[in-house]
């Protein structure tokens, strides 16, 4: 116990926490837009390991990185934009779609990446975001490291919480994406495209979960390995639920999560004696599971979610 | 754009929705064969001929099938009642550890009750697995989707705790695998020659069952009208939880079933590499059943063909073996889309 | 000076179905015109035209004598024109003030002004009476209430033709009052009105003229001041469809009897305490606004809820609660509110539908296993001539039939075991008046053959032609029924807003 408490006061473990996180904010944040417009995106696992693969290649390839993170994005929504035309334009289930965008995007990123790098076997690397200390903050005692000495990307993920709740709360378009989320047709009898409004955020949101990917293999580690998302998608999916679908509480949920795993490396290393190490890695999971239970009752989900909308459609 | 329903489909525009969604995916990956520098033509011709060029390579194709036909019928049976049950693998491994923990040496009994009681273990696994997220669906309207799929990933670390750990074979030199299937309880190959088992039989005649049990039963009838329109069938007297929970049972044991073929039939014993991702491409080959279960079995067949035929392609023309799995996750969601234009008439004006 | 409005030979097909057949109407400012038809006439249609859902296949529309640009919801907005639609488009967990100003600025500005917007919403408010507190989420309204913000919706773009699709259907009759006064103070600031209705005495008090619309064409225009019920009635229909009339019958032995029913939840849905008997030979209707605990009535009845305190007896033996299947069994014909959503199971085919009710019974599945096809087929091929289903067969699928076909399928599964109650929920809702007339005469057979009857509907013209005895349902409370034409309709409707008897007098 006092060993947990060790590991809770040591700023290499909250710095560890705001590393880590920064995927998943991205990727439930970027959940959380295209559900605000009533659209569940499976693809999300496929997607940001589209954004990982794309935006580590293109640095590899001689890009610089921000403008990998902007390929990535771009990656991202194009996927999104897929997603949009077989949900929002053809109405087609959600569930299975999604699953088919994370199959195609996670195989044909492998595929790429085996293509332009045939023979790797031990993984190449590039030069990932380095850690960007904030002059004076970061000289602060044990919160000059945890908050202030962050790569550029980590300070994006969570500029872009409050950002994306003004968006969706203050400004007239958020005002269309959460009623196209909520009933569509009201969205339609104002004179405002529902299609285009859910099939831009599907592709804004989509956009966000790339970035995540890319956070990934540009800023957390410095290659692309075959499986490494291992299911950070599912998990954003999970928290956007557990968020109740309000961007401040998915920021919560990823502190959370990530604090988690920050955690269990720390946990393996002093306790990994007595309990088995796949024990700590399958916490998450159990975890988004308890998660979506405990919000079961309590959450206001948005009413039009996986409701497809079809213009002139005779009722 | 305006899309509307056609009034009758016939058998012939319903039957070809997937054969055109296959050509779709094929035109796709052909695009990658290309970039690859392979002759389109010539890839094509080395995947089929690695899949059905021999009589060894057709073993292995029908061999291959097998486990997909049991994930197949999961997922078809369990999309029936809109229960998206995406958790097949980790349901196949359930069904592997039972087989492994009732069938390393706890209980030995003759081959033909041996055989029996393991595949009925490793089903009550599968099912007891998809027991959590089904009844977190059906008390508390938890997505099933996610729990399935957060399943896969927790089941497969316990899988590698146990063979790593307390199940792991002294024998096996250092490897994580766990100890042997016993003789009495492993499936008897089907030919002198090749890895083709009886589990084939079994994966058959679940498909027949299936069938039987969708088209000419009260539970299939129920199923179907669950799925179809779960408040009418409430309000005909069908106990809409109880026949997704039955639904998810019997899906998640099939799945089972093709952990206790692969552990029982193919390998012999259970290791972390035991399914490539079976779970996921039993959707691929549902979709392109159309959710039918007898036609799980050509489309089963279809698919592992994809993938032993594209090993071979791509050891001789160099293209990474990747593209079998982007032709699945195409296939998926051309067959999506063609179904979609089979049933209905999109015009671009309102 | 152009007409505000004209359409000009428009017409609209949905496959064979000629919709709207060359129509050519004016519309003037400060007029309210009634359009009139019969359910499938086309009116909705023709207002989904002019709105932008659909494209007119021919034709055109003009508003003050300009062009308006086909298919674009955004040009007819701009050219002023406001819709209040038949189910309200609204999204409950937003605020008022939320859905009134979607869409009115521009996309991309940066922040929303909401305080401007805020004050002439209010000021709108005043000065047309919509009394409605802008900052309040949308479910927490009335029926009424939202109606209201509907209308000021339209009011807040400026529109200068308002197009109100059917508003009295989920009113009381106080509140329908209360939107004819809004209608006109708010043609007499010059807004042009456009009245869709099928209920003559609605039109016949609120327009200036009135247009009629029968399958699609438009059969005749007249001013309200020169014509009569009677004439409009035939004008709508064509021929004159009688509706069958009640005769007077001596009600038998007591068949259904509620005492004291309560279901949990102290919500306007829940039930409260109610307490009915219902007779042999004998109709009797529940009046009352949507959304006032009939639903949860029919499910009680029905036998989808099993929770309830209280007796509900069926020929003197208990409800089997909880089980539809054993309801039925025991006498009990169930016609649900909603035929889509809970009467059929669209993909399935006519057989399977017909034989739903009671799949689990011995001649239909040997053993609750095998479906016995052949008896569920030659009994689906008798229904289907004794209840005139036009459709292709036993083996067609359910979705494709018609409205009045899909109800008389409904009504085929229910009727044909001659049940002793029948529990008739909306059953003729949305039908065209062949069918109603179809589905109120078996109704009236069941009556004579000695079954007791259960006739819950919002159209109180329905309720006072068809019932014996009137009860009207109000926050899950039930009143006395008492025989039909003992109230008045203004008694009724002060009842269904939720006052008793005795506060009225009082």
Sequence with gaps: MSDLIDILLTAGFWAATIRIVSPLIFGTLGELICERAGVLNLGIEGIMTVGAMSGWMWVYQGGDLWGGVLFAAGMGALFGLLHAIFTVHLGLSQHVTGIGITLFASSLSYFVFRMLLPSATTPPKIVPFQSLSIPRLSDLPWLGEALFSQSALTYLAILCVPAVWYVLFRTPVGLAVRMAGENPVAVEAQGINVLAVRTGAVMVGSAFMAVGGAFITMSWFDAFYFGMINGRGWICVALVIFASWQPGRALLGALLFAGLEALQVRAQQSAGAFIPYQFFLMLPYVMSILAMIFMAHKTKYPQALLVPFRRGERV | MIIEPRPSVSILRAGLAPVWAILFAMALCAVLIAWAGGSVLTAYGLLFKGAFGSAFAINETLTRSIPLIFTGLAASIAFRAKFYNIGAEGQLYAGALAATFFGTGLVTLPPFLMIPFLVIMGALAGGLLLLVPVLLKTKLKVD?????????????????????????????????????????????????????????????????????MIRFTVQGYEIRAVGNNAKAAEFSGIKVNRTVIMTAMISGGLAGMAGVSETAGLKGYLTLDLSPGFGYTGIAVAMLAQLNPLAVVPAAIFLSAVYVGSDAMSRAINIPTYIADVLVGVSVLAVLCSVMFSQYKVRLRA | MHPVLEFRGVTKRFGTLTANDAVSLTLDKGEVLALLGENGAGKTTLMNILFGHYQADEGEILVDGNVLEPGSTQAAITAGVGVVHQHFTLAGNLTVLENTTLGTESLWSWRQDNKGAREKLVSLAESYGLAVDPDAQVSDLSIGEQQRVEILKALYRDARILILDEPTAVLTPQEAERLFATLKSVSQSGLAVIFISHKL?????????????????????????ETDSAKLAELMVGQVVKRPELVPLDAGKPILELGGVSTPGDGATSLHDVSLTIHAHEIVGIAGVAGNGQGRLADVL????????????????????????DVVASGVGRIPEDRHARGVVGDMEIWENLASEDLRAPELSRGAVFINKAFGVSRAEQQIQEFDIRCEGPFAETKLLSGGNMQKLILARALSGQPSFILANQPVRGLDEGAIAYVQSQLLNARKRGAAILLISEDLDELMALTDRLAVMSHGRLSEALPTGSRTIAEIGLMMAGQSAEQQVA
Excluded: C
Excluded at chain 3, 208 to 223: E, F, I, N, P, W
């Design chain 2, 144 to 212: 099933e989707v996610v729990t399935t799929l957060l399943l896969n990933f927790i089941v497969l670390l316990v899988v590698g705790y146990l063979i790593e750990g307390p199940w792991k074979d002294p024998m096996s030199l250092g490897w994580p695998q766990a100890a042997s299937i016993i003789d009495e309880g492993v499936l008897p190959p089907l030919l002198a020659k090749g890895r083709l088992h009886a589990g084939l039989i079994l994966a058959l005649a679940m498909a027949v069952l299936m069938w039987v």
């Design chain 3, 201 to 225: 005495h609605e039109i016949m008090a609120i327009s200036d003229r009135v247009a009629v619309l029968r399958r699609g064409a438009l059969v005749g225009t007249v001013a309200t001041g």
């Design chain 3, 302 to 325: 029905s036998g989808l809820i099993g929770g309830f305190s209280g007796s509900v007896k069926i020929n003197g033996a208990p409800l089997a609660a909880g089980s539809p299947r």
